[in-house]
């Protein structure tokens, strides 16, 4: 099944805020789709309608048999067949420490529901932790967020260098990482100075797209909505956004 991991350095770069848009586009599709949010701050959740779920994907991956997350997978507020395996501020707990073949546990719990979506998007931690590897054993594809910042080339290097690291080592399905960035403002000297920065050294893996500030993200979210169905101006441009993104990352369409 096609899976996208959303991953990023460090919080509040905005990392949930692209993996709920691209649920977003899909949603807007059509597309049955699953969000898998692997943070403990548990937005993705969050943001598509889940506040108190009876199983999470901490139990999922405690439990660890193949096919085991079905039964912690719920419908989200969105409707249009986009699910959600939910995670909660304890499933960093409930996880055992790494070990010999701990970075399958996700894809082994997964295995055998890809018949039932078009999409998977991944939620990761902040961070490159055991959650994040799991995430990149478990992906087709990777997504990694970054803000126009003065740490955006050195973290942006860091997450590259990890997800090639997977790539070589242990799944060879995953494609070479997309850079995105958000909460970009063209009119700002830095802001473009850095995203040059980043472009000069990574070319073509920096998406075109990027994504701007706007308020309209944070109102959707609060709301529980996906930014497609966000009926205003700056709803509308950041839906072409997601949209165009989608495609980048499925060039060639989807199955």
Known sequence: ??????????????KTTL???LASAAWNRHWRTLVVDLDPQANASMGVGLMDPALTVGDALADGRPGVAAEAIVPSTWGRGTDVLPSEPAVEHRVAEAAPGSEQRLRTVLAGIGHRYELVVIDCPPSLGEMTRNALHAASQALVVTEPGYFALRGAQQAVEAIDLVRESSNRTLAAPTIVLNRMRSTVAEHR???QELRAYFDRQVSDVEIPERNAIAQAEGAGMPIHAWDS????????RFDTLLDRLFPGGMR
């Open 193 to 195: 100075h850095r995203a």
């Open 1 to 14: 099944m096609p899976t996208i991991a959303v991953l990023s350095m460090k919080g509040g770069v905005g």
């Open 19 to 21: 993996a709920l848009g």
């Open 233 to 240: 101006p700056a709803g509308r441009e950041l839906s072409e």
